[in-house]
């Protein structure tokens, strides 16, 4: 068995054998504040590669703190709502049960975002009243801010926020939060699955600085050109709207009402992830967090980078320029709580929902094999084989990133009749890009595959939401709806995509740079441990090696 075959059955025992964490190890302090940072899409090797013109937050957390160098995800759909869940939570999808941003319901024959929740008004920060409603009712395991919570009579204070509901939701988990914030295409929101109404400081902070006053800025890089990697004009990028592939990049048309292209460009740009920090602050101010008497929780997902990664690249000036002002954005924060919690009664983590593949145009330049797998090709291809058998008709419902169904009744119609399905999957083999095709009945994430690929698709595989084929595309190559789609994407189970940062300071937490294998999952269990509460559900493991004893 070679070393990353033993590494991945290692991990698929750690993490579906349950895991619990004991009292706060003797001598130790608990923190006064709980804070978990999530940068959108950040991989690992931005710290190695853009992090030596970091001078502050992102600084601090690197040098001051404990780096685990090589956490990864285990499991195979690495996007943005299981990978907040899985930090969220410290289990993988195959126990806590969010398998994608948004899958194919069966019973509903339709396609639902992972929070959507019609019982669950969404409540806006302004005018108006948006439709729809959002929730974590599919959270199959409690959070870590649900746990906290709990373990303190409901008293402790619970904050997060992000620009994406999603995210903002699954780090909070079923939390009776006091206040669950998100960016709603034009204003902010939350939803009545935490609120009764608008949560008064939200309120105040949002009228008081309102997004529309960044309209007409212009997003300059911030370092001296020569400190920038690569180019700034490079294969593949597709600007928003509005702007080109080089700085500088204006927000929206000075002097002009605020428009759909100004919040798009404000959410891809720097500016957004400053206003998130603005509204940690007044959430520090408004409620005290982390002076009184309990262990009070504050999680921000800064949430622009996914939105210039996909549409710049990993390469580009503006993901580096965009680090490196985050990097001045989190010192602000710190600093913050440094004033108002103190500088050793708080613990911090930092990590990644995923991570992101370069865009293939710029890897085929260099020789690499790249491209773009394309859905609708998979999705045609199975149905002309289906069809071809049964007659003319529509038999594949939805591809969702590698997840392929099948309309009610089709699947197991075309498992009945022999060698069908190894036709189907023989089909979709042939599209360009597509690595392997996976029969979902095959997996197991209770046991352990000697195949990495099979064992990252099995926890990433829950009972009647996963597809019913698996579609891996080849390594380099990203899933597109219908060509050319976006430069670039995420959610497989490569390096690129499962490597993101692993980083904890403060109280607790035994400095320094560890080689150990974790994972995202990790990261619960062992801010528990520093709390001192038990976390149930949990299929990560507490980082003994970096907890102060």
């Not at 911090?348 to 929902?353: G, K, T």
Request: net charge neutral; proline share 7%; with cysteine.
């Amino acid at each position: 068995m070679t070393i990353r075959r033993l590494t991945y059955a290692f991990l698929a025992a750690a993490l579906l054998a349950p895991h619990s964490a004991p009292a706060t190890a003797a001598g130790s302090e608990r923190p006064k504040l709980v804070v978990m940072l999530v940068v959108d899409q950040m991989r690992s090797d931005y710290i190695d590669d853009y992090g030596g013109t970091w001078t502050h937050g992102l600084r601090r957390l690197t040098a001051d703190g404990a780096r685990f160098r090589n956490a990864a995800y285990p499991y195979l759909n690495t996007v943005t709502c299981a990978g907040h869940a899985t930090i969220s939570t410290g289990a993988v999808p195959a126990v806590h049960g969010i398998i994608l941003n948004q899958w194919w319901h069966r019973e509903e024959q339709k396609e639902l975002a992972c929070t959507d929740d019609p019982a669950s008004p969404t409540i806006a920060y302004g005018s108006g009243q948006p439709g729809g409603g959002h929730s974590a009712k599919r959270l199959r395991v409690p959070s870590f801010a649900q746990t906290l919570d709990r373990a303190q009579g409901d008293r402790a204070h619970i904050v997060t926020i992000s620009l994406k509901p999603r995210s903002a939701i699954m780090l909070a988990g079923a939390a009776k939060a006091d206040a669950v914030t998100w960016f709603d295409s034009t204003r902010f929101a939350t939803s009545a699955a935490f609120s009764a109404g608008r949560v008064p400081f939200n309120d105040q902070f949002t009228r008081l600085r309102p997004v529309e006053r960044d309209l007409g800025k212009t997003w300059e890089r911030t370092l001296p050109a020569a400190a920038y990697k690569y180019k700034d004009d490079a294969e593949g990028e597709q600007p928003p709207k509005g702007w080109t592939r080089v700085f500088p990049h204006v927000l929206g048309t000075p002097g002009s009402a605020a428009s759909g292209e100004f919040y798009g460009h404000w959410t891809s740009s720097p500016f957004s992830d400053e206003y998130l920090e603005g509204m940690a602050e007044a959430a520090v101010d408004a409620l005290r967090l982390g002076q009184g008497t309990t262990t009070d929780y504050l999680a921000v997902s800064f949430s622009a980078l996914d939105s210039v990664g996909h549409k710049f690249g990993p390469r580009s000036h503006e993901v580096q320029d965009l680090l490196a002002r985050l990097d001045v954005t989190v010192g602000r924060l710190l600093d913050h709580l440094d004033g108002r919690v103190g500088r050793d009664k708080y613990v911090v983590a930092l990590s990644a929902d995923h991570g992101v593949a370069v865009i293939p145009e710029q890897l085929k330049r260099e020789g690499q094999d790249a491209g773009r797998a394309v859905v609708a090709d998979a999705s045609a291809r199975a149905d002309a084989v289906v069809a071809a058998a049964f007659g003319p008709g529509k038999y594949v419902a939805r591809v969702n990133y590698t997840n392929l169904y099948f309309m009610p009744g089709v699947f197991n119609r075309v498992t009945a009749r022999r060698g069908l399905l190894e036709t189907v999957m023989q089909a979709i083999g042939q599209v360009p890009g597509v690595f392997r095709v996976i029969d979902s009945r095959t997996l197991d994430p209770h046991a352990v595959a000697s195949d990495p690929y099979v064992q990252a698709a099995a926890l990433s595989e829950f009972p009647g939401r996963s597809g019913d084929l698996i579609v891996l595309p080849k390594m380099n190559w990203i899933w597109v709806p219908t060509a050319p789609g976006d430069p670039t994407t995420h959610g497989t189970s490569y390096p690129y995509d499962q490597r993101v940062p692993l980083l904890l300071m403060g109280t607790g937490v035994r400095p320094g740079r560890y080689e150990q294998s974790a994972t995202p999952a990790d990261i619960a269990p062992t801010l528990a441990k520093i709390a001192g509460v038990t976390l149930p559900g949990a299929t990560g493991r507490a980082l003994d090696e970096a907890i102060l004893k």
